[in-house]
């Protein structure tokens, strides 16, 4: 009988909530050089036109390369101060907070370097010891000044937002849907992903972690989040070949080389999309020992960190949320301290 009712009252209950479950939109743009994906439950015309105007017009703030961007401005300072938008200096302090926190393994004043790999222009190329030895004294996050909006960057040096750019605007995309009222939503951003919420029906979100192979649609797996953003930097990402010797985007600021270390990828879980794109670019510069050590050193994050022995190393606060992909060929290991 009590199994009766318990029934009947599911059924009772699911009904006006079936009947009125909200409608999903999904909506494309390309800005920050990648196609961006927004699936929205139940956003009305306006809010969904903002959301995919959102990033665009961030890009036209951020572009090292349009003139009228306020990093170009900055980057043709010569030394003096530049007014900066909110985003840009909310963009400025976090990077400056990850500088400091990463002990320079992210340092958005690395892009003289990033252009002489070539990387920003796509015609690659291996500069000398010599070229390298003579831009590093321009790399160091911790010169730029910010006051109230006024940004100063010395003389010679220049920046680029690319480690954490896309991050931040899911983060600011999420945002406005919660500031709108909407609860269900996921942003895909390139390789980062941003959720609002769970699913409709209140489940997580599954988030595929794509191999290193290189293959479309090749997972090892996938993370199960809730309200939060999941970001992968890896090598595989983009990167070049010279003379047999593979060279990627992600530079160590400490010697002006593309990482070549122990890391394939490295995907961070966190509340703050921003924060999860600067550490996934800083722990794939650390390499497996030191991002782990990172990690148990703040714990405000989690993270799954893929090895070139086929290691899957997923931190303590993710061992329940992640799934293998059936036949992997990698190993799972749980970092519980
Ligand atoms: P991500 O894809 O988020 O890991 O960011 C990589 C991009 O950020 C590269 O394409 C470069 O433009 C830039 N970058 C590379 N290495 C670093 C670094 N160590 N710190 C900050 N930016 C970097
Ligand atoms: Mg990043």
Redesign the pocket.
Known sequence: MKRLLTLLLCALLSLPLGGCAPKAETRTTFAMDTFMTFTVYGGDEDTLAALTALPGRLDKLLSVTQEDSEVYALNHSNGQPVSVSEDTAALLEAAAALHTRTDG????T?YPV?RAWG??TDSHQVPTREELNALLPLVNGSAVTLENDAVTLPEGMEL?F???A?GYAGKVCAQLLRDAGITSAILSLG?NVQTVGAKPDGSPWQVAVQAPSGEEGDTVGTLSIVDKAA?T?GGY??YFEADGTRYC?????ATGLPVDNDLLSVTIVGDDGAVC?GL???L??MGLEEALDFWRANRDFEALLMDTDHNLWVTAGLAGDFTPAENSIYTTIIVEE
């Open positions: 393994a992210l340092d958005i690395l990033v990387f920003t680029d690319g480690a954490i896309k390789g970001v930097s990402q983009r985007h992600i530079i160590d600021p794109d996934s670019t800083a794939y510069v």
